[in-house]
């Protein structure tokens, strides 16, 4: 959960610099993801692990998400 709560943050500082409008279902499932991750780590982890993400460029945000690791 701590892997999706950065990808989440990652995703959210990138939408704005591109423009990039979610659907109403995407949106939902994107809240979903946030309760989710939140619930599972607690709000400090959470939190930690969100504002990590958002730090991310595009170019570690996507290597990230493709690390199996």
């Known amino acids: ?4 709560a950065r990808l989440l943050g ?5 939408y704005v610099p ?7 279902k ?7 993801a946030i309760v989710a991750a939140r ?4 709000e400090e982890a959470f939190s930690a692990a969100y504002e990590e993400g958002k730090k991310m460029t595009l170019d ?4 990230y998400a ?3 690791t």
Not at 10 to 14: C, I, K, Q, R, T
Not at 26 to 32: L, P, T, V
Not at 39 to 42: D, F, M, N, Q
């Open 60 to 63: 570690e945000a996507v290597a």
């Open 10 to 14: 990652a995703g959210e500082s990138l």
């Open 1 to 4: 959960m701590e892997r999706t």
């Open 66 to 68: 493709l690390d199996e």
């Open 39 to 42: 619930a599972a780590l607690g």
């Open 18 to 24: 591109i423009y990039l409008a979610l659907s109403a």
């Open 26 to 32: 995407e949106r939902d499932e994107h809240n979903q």
